[in-house]
């Protein structure tokens, strides 16, 4: 089991709503796995991401999909891709299945 954290640890984690705008294939990662495109609302704006989605995803359902995504990690390389967020999801073995929004609700809102 994990070691409890703070409210103030919680906190800096910042978690929003967005919309995915772009998909496209990603040969050079060592997973199989897609670069998308998010929308995050005009404070954020756009960011870009990898996911090893491709087992449960095609590229044409992402399409417009709500994710929750992690906005404040600091950039990371990917082999050739600089990744700007985290979408978050549930991982059960190679399989993730995205975290959504159950409701409609505006790109860029926080997660609490």
């Known amino acids: 089991m994990a070691s409890n954290l703070s409210w103030a640890d919680f906190e800096k984690v910042e978690m929003r709503v967005g919309t995915v705008i772009e998909v496209n ?6 997973n199989p796995s897609y670069q998308l495109l998010v929308d995050f609302g005009k404070e954020i ?19 417009g999909k709500k994710v929750i995504a992690v906005v404040n990690f600091p950039k990371k390389q990917i082999a050739n891709f600089m990744s700007e967020c985290l979408v978050l999801g549930a991982v059960e073995g190679k399989n993730v299945t995205l975290l959504t929004p159950d409701k409609e609700v505006q790109n860029g809102l926080r997660i609490l």
């Open 45 to 63: 704006g756009q960011r870009k991401t990898s996911a090893q989605i491709t087992s449960l995803y095609s590229k044409e359902e992402l399409i």
């Open 25 to 30: 294939d990603f040969p050079e990662a060592r």
